[in-house]
């Protein structure tokens, strides 16, 4: 039963273009979103986050959008550059809740 | 100068040994998490302390049981290991339960059962 899903294992973009990451999530009683960066051989790295009363935040080359109904989210990275190429979570919190996605695997190609 | 730290980095022991994983943070936070990634590299959640208490414990075979001594420290302890244990396991804290703030992870303990 995995309440939060990355569907896309793995991405490949090249370097100065758009990535986007996408996540889905099942439960609406989910009211704050995390993304998390994960490089080997380190723990995730918290990189952006929304509450469910946002549909967009941003913070430099980061966005997340968040589509409620649809019960979707995203992370665009704007211009992709080759120290992305990471582990991207996606994260979903509730009550007494903290469900992380599968990952997706970033490739930024120089 | 280290937020969360946790020790040993690797582990490697045999099937049925008793072995605990050390997890400290400076960031004087109250709230601190255990999560395991297994070969699949699902970051699952196993259990939460806030200041000291347990607040989460998700189905985690009562095998494993964490010590939290302060509220600064959270330690796992995993008895009569078996083979599926193998996995990372990964600590982490946030500043207080039930606000919307993100996790400080440390870098995890790669734990092979053999």
């Known amino acids: 039963d995995q309440q939060v899903k990355q569907n896309s294992p793995s991405l490949s973009v090249q370097e100065g273009r758009i990535s986007i990451l996408n996540c889905d999530y099942t439960?609406?009683?989910?009211?704050?979103f995390l993304w998390y960066k994960k490089y080997p051989a380190e723990g995730p790295t918290f990189l952006i986050s929304?509450?469910?009363?946002?549909d967009k935040n941003e913070d430099g080359r980061f966005t997340v959008f968040l589509n409620k109904s649809a019960k979707h989210l995203s992370l665009h990275i704007v211009p992709s550059q080759p120290g992305d190429s990471a582990v991207y979570f996606c994260a979903a919190q509730g009550t007494y809740k903290y469900i992380f996605g599968t990952g997706t695997r970033l490739k930024v190609l120089a | 100068d280290t937020a969360v730290s946790q020790t040993p980095k690797y582990l490697v022991t045999q099937m049925g040994n008793d072995k605990s994983i050390k997890c400290e943070q400076n960031l004087g936070h109250d709230t601190m998490y255990w999560y395991k990634q297994d070969s699949k590299k699902f970051l699952k959640i196993m259990f939460s302390y806030n200041n000291k208490e347990l607040i989460i414990n998700e189905t985690v075979p009562n095998r494993f049981s964490p010590k939290s001594p302060d509220k600064a420290h959270l330690n796992l302890h995993i008895n009569s290991l078996e083979l599926g244990d193998s996995a990372v396991y990964f600590c982490?804290?946030?500043?207080?339960?039930?606000?919307?703030?993100?996790?400080?992870f440390g870098p995890g303990t790669r734990l092979t059962v053999l």
């Open positions: 982490a804290s946030s500043q207080e339960w039930g606000a919307y703030n993100e996790q400080f």
């Open positions: 929304i509450s469910s009363i946002k």
């Open positions: 439960n609406s009683m989910f009211d704050y």
